[in-house]
């Protein structure tokens, strides 16, 4: 069945399907629901590509599903509703998980600057960072409106592109404002350093 918008409630769309497989269902405090892998691929039937991304790199970053876990699933799934978007968004070679909105904004201009998908959140010199080019030995931070702002936060900041640097690495951040409102700049630094660090 397709889904409907539910009455009274604008923007809440309500999914129905016409059966569930055994294996598409959990229990959470008793109540039946499905899994978090059978709701994304539901949900990929009325996401757009953004949405999308985000809501499977929430549900990694909550531990609700693993993308390999996720792949496995849809590999098996046949002509699924859903299932053909979330294989192409899962592309091993192109999809990068990101834990905020901010890193998936970033991610195209790094592209753009001809980078190849770096490692993300990945633990380096004692700290996660955001993307690692281990061929490069660069490591990007995004600083969002959120985690960046008071003293204490930007102290640890700087002990982290210390620790970096101290292991030899090239450290570039970025602010919120640099990413969405300059991505020419963002692009071009990233060129600079990127030929730089390789020798061009």
Same mark, same amino acid.
């Given at each position: 069945m397709p889904a409907a918008t539910a009455p009274n409630r604008p923007g809440i769309t309500v999914h129905r399907r016409a059966f569930l497989r055994s294996g598409d269902i959990? %229990?959470? *405090?008793?109540i039946p629901i499905t899994t978090p892998i059978c709701t994304l691929i539901d949900v990929a039937t009325c996401l757009s590509t953004g949405e999308l991304e985000a809501a499977v790199n929430q549900a990694d970053s909550r531990r609700l599903v693993r993308v390999d876990a996720l792949r496995a699933t849809l590999a098996g799934s046949g002509r699924r509703p859903g299932a053909g978007r979330l294989r192409k968004l899962l592309d091993r070679h192109t999809f990068v998980l990101t834990e905020s909105h901010l890193e998936r904004l970033f991610l195209p201009l790094a592209g753009e600057a001809g980078l190849s998908a770096p490692q993300t959140q990945v633990w380096l010199n004692g700290?996660?960072?955001?993307?690692?080019?281990?061929?490069?030995?660069?490591? #990007?931070?995004?600083?969002?409106?959120?985690? *960046?702002r008071t003293p204490g936060q930007q102290s640890t900041d700087?002990? %982290?592109? !210390?620790?970096?640097?101290? @292991?030899?690495?090239?450290?570039? %951040?970025?602010? *919120?404002? !640099? #990413?969405?409102?300059?991505?020419?700049? #963002?692009? @071009?630094?990233?060129?600079?350093?990127?030929?730089?660090?390789?020798?061009a």
């Open positions: 959990t %229990r959470r *405090h008793g700290f996660k960072v955001d993307f690692y080019w281990p061929e490069l030995g660069l490591v #990007v931070e995004t600083d969002g409106l959120t985690y *960046h700087r002990l %982290r592109d !210390q620790a970096h640097a101290a @292991a030899g690495l090239t450290v570039l %951040r970025f602010t *919120h404002a !640099q #990413v969405k409102f300059e991505p020419r700049y #963002v692009v @071009a630094t990233l060129r600079a350093v990127a030929d730089r660090l390789r020798g």
